[in-house]
């Protein structure tokens, strides 16, 4: 009996040390992963519209949803919109931060996560696949297997359509869910 | 010359992915591209490393009966305090290297070494034993993804080998040609070793 007593004691002290140890490095380890973490995000939007502020808003009816208003810098005009976009691909959601110009119409989106097969998926990381949404309007973003009018759709990527699929419709959902925001009488700019 | 033994047994003789066959899940996850695989290998070894030191450093104060779950914790909180030191220290590295980081906690090469090597051998060997296993895994991981990569992808560290009319054999960098790849080199492995 008194064994099995050292036994679990000895388990105790060696998770107690261990957790010591984690709590230790975590509350040293946060704040600067998070500042990080907000720093890239801000470089993001900078970067999708550049010379801007930016403003966090929730949507009113759905407030998981976020995105940014962007104003000039000086003038404080709002000129776009950004949002990020999130939707399982074929092994991970996959994240796209996409920025909107006043008109909701797309300046440039930046896939910022994804863990999508290597050679098929990833490629949809790369500026031969995000640089064919500028300029779409939501109505445009429709993939061409599914439809889409040469010109006027995104063209899937090979072996890849799902990833395709999970990029261009959260982000045409996403433009909607704004959309509805921005109109009803809450939301919007200020 | 028993540390230089411990040391290269890993790389052939009894190589982790080949001969052992531990840590398939991540063999076959990370295999896709070759920096993937080095990715992986090197984040394994490192890990392997220190968990190997460590094991063989409390072997004395750990009983005999429960010395699974604290290897299990020992491991557990080593990997997650590296994570968290990289993402806040090395963010370039951690960006690079932090996809694998969940997959080496239940890598099950680490356990395997710290039962069957570092929880009955001193220090030096042990570390010997973590270097050879480790880079021996980072190897044999390296060979299944150039593989795969040149045939499934046409490309070599994103470098282009093949010429542009070849076309890419998908099959390669999906998870079948994972296991196809895996039993023609086992099988390719097991008749070297039987010809001798």
Redesign the interface.
Known sequence: MKYYI??AL??LI??AV??G??AY??A???P??TE?KIKEAKEARESLIPGSDFERHTAVADTEFEYYVALKKGTKDAQGYVFTAIRKGYAAPVKTMVGLDKDLKIISIKVIEQ?E????GTNSALPAFTDQFKGKTDAELIVDKDGGLPGKSIKALS?ATITTRAVTYSIKDDINILRADLASATGGVK | MSFFRELTKGFIKENPTFVIVLGMCPTLATSTSVDNALGMGMAATFVLICSNIMIAAIKNITPDKIRIPIYVVVIAAFVSVVDMAMAAYVPALHKSLGIFIPLIVVNCIILGRAEAFAGKNNVINSLADGIGMGLGFTLSLSVVATIREILGNGTWLKMRVMPHSFDPMLVAILAPGAFITLGFLMAGMNMLKNRK
């Open positions: 050292q036994l000895t388990l060696f998770c261990g957790s140890v984690l490095v975590n040293k380890t946060k600067i992963i990080r863990n097969t290597p050679g098929l072996g």
